[in-house]
């Protein structure tokens, strides 16, 4: 694995150099500089691609069972280094640890997941024929480029990772500049854990710089989750140089709650949903829509848990609302709620930019919310709930379809019946009933409008970046 050490800057690199020479890791709890990290120069940048396009060709014919075994060792690596990792994170975006260490542990279990199924998910399917026998293989195409981002610094690289490296593929992984620390203590991790040199090359390159990589002769396909308009401009240069992409974008996802929902249960999914992580979750409950009969019961219960959510320092094992990960997010994200508030929101909780260090915000919730509104209508990555009623179920779907945006959404309602005749017109690439949008390895994640396309997880997401080659055998 050809990474750089997260302790120690790269051979050569001046620790001194100016801000836009590279990337800072800042601890947004209180401003604090980690470490300041210099962008690759050309020369680290073809050493790191060129090792990941070699040794591409041995981890695709060394076999699966080879592959698999290196997720194993590596799920026991990321146990042992749960304590270790979970406070990277949290110094690096804010994570509260108790939700840091959880994430660790999912990221295990993704492995253990996939060094158990990728046999079966990668099996050659057979196909009936009027002559001889044919069947479908799914081979690795070759180096697969990622742009990851922050919210989630050890989960959402290996998401895309995970699939892509047990299919036999190599990566090369550019991960959001404020957790560069651990992007190259998962580079690490990996060496140890025995994958090959540049299994997963790690580069440390500004935008324009990366966006010079998709075209590259050896690199087979990107996957990005980000912003849209990252992932616009991905699509934009992967689709001139006709390679596969996966994007995973945006989200504003709906939460509907009908009048014979579970109204107890609804409001604790709703806040676990809306809250975990700081706000900072693509498939997070965005935009809450209540059926009328039970709008205000709801309402209540829901401003009241949110208000005993616990905002402060995210090394504390009781906080809950720790920072948002940078300065500039939350005052995107108050601009929001102003904003929403002057088109006639009703501001129930929260709101106030706090006091004092750190890019803390506290949970916030917003009543009267109708489209045209920013925290409607845009995608709002903090503590920020918007409240929505609807007439009757009707109008409940039409308000969770007004969106550009369809990630997933969640639909509350005790008929079975009911439920399903509803998520067959919500307008997303997921429909959770009575629970909350979250990923899994035992099923897929993704999007469709501006929220993206493609999926990561399940078998299609191991089968993403392959080829799907027939093999005809016409004899007999």
Not at 120 to 129: F, G, K, W
Not at 146 to 158: D, H, I, K
Not at 288 to 296: C, H, Q
Not at 336 to 348: D, H, I, K, N, Y
Request: aromatic share 6%; proline share 6%; charged share 25%.
């Amino acid at each position: 694995m050809i990474h750089h050490d997260p302790v120690r800057p790269p051979p050569g690199a001046e620790t001194s150099a100016a801000p836009e020479a590279g990337v800072s890791s800042i601890d947004p709890a209180t401003g604090r500089l980690i470490r300041h990290y210099p962008f690759d120069d050309e020369v680290a940048v073809e050493r790191l691609l060129a090792s990941a396009a070699a040794a591409f060709p041995a981890w695709r014919d060394g076999g699966l069972d080879r592959r698999t075994d290196r997720l194993r060792t590596l799920a026991d690596l990321l146990r042992r280094d749960t304590g270790r990792l979970a406070a990277l994170a949290t110094a690096e975006m804010g994570k509260p640890i108790a939700q840091a260490r959880a994430e660790v542990a999912k990221c295990a279990a993704l492995c253990d997941w996939y060094a158990e199924q990728s046999s079966r998910l990668l099996a050659d399917e057979p196909a009936e024929v009027e002559k001889g026998s044919a069947r479908v293989c799914f081979r690795p195409l070759g180096t697969i480029l990622l742009a990851m981002p922050w919210n989630f610094p050890f989960w959402q690289v290996l998401r895309a990772a995970v699939p892509i490296l047990a299919g036999g593929n190599t990566a090369v992984l550019r991960h959001a500049g404020n957790v560069t620390g651990c992007a190259y203590a998962l580079g690490a991790l990996l060496e140890e854990a025995g994958f090959p040199s540049g299994a997963l090359a790690v580069v440390n390159l500004p935008h324009d710089r990366f966006g010079r990589l998709i075209e590259d002769d050896r690199i087979a396909g990107v996957s990005l989750t980000g912003s849209v308009g990252a992932g616009s401009a991905v699509a934009e240069r992967a689709g001139r140089a006709l390679k596969k992409s996966v994007l995973e974008l945006g989200g504003s996802d709906p939460f509907i709650v009908l009048a014979d929902a579970d109204l107890d249960r609804a409001v604790d999914a709703a806040i676990q949903s809306r809250f975990g992580n700081t706000g900072q979750v693509c498939i997070a409950a965005k935009r809450i829509i209540l059926e009328a009969p039970v709008a205000e019961r709801f309402t209540d219960r829901f401003v009241d848990a949110a208000r005993s959510l616990r905002l402060g320092d995210p090394t504390n094992e009781e906080t809950f609302l720790g920072p948002l990960a940078r300065l500039d997010l939350r005052d995107s994200l108050h601009a929001q709620v102003q904003a929403s508030v002057q088109r006639g929101a009703t501001l129930l909780l929260g709101g106030e930019m706090p006091d004092g260090p750190g890019a803390f915000y506290p949970a916030t919730v917003l009543g009267d919310v109708r489209p045209g509104m920013a925290a409607f209508d845009q995608e709002t990555f903090g503590p920020v709930a918007a409240l929505c009623v609807a007439a009757d179920e009707d109008e409940a779907i039409a308000l969770a379809n007004e969106s550009e945006f369809g990630l997933s959404g969640a639909l509350w309602t005790r008929d079975a019946a009911r439920a399903h005749r509803l998520a067959a017109r919500m307008e997303t690439g997921g429909v959770f009933i009575n629970g909350f949008s979250a990923s899994d390895p035992r099923v897929p994640i993704g999007g469709i409008r501006r929220s993206g396309y493609g999926r990561e997880l399940s078998h299609y997401g191991i089968r993403e970046f392959t080829n799907a080659q027939l093999l005809w055998d016409g004899r007999g």
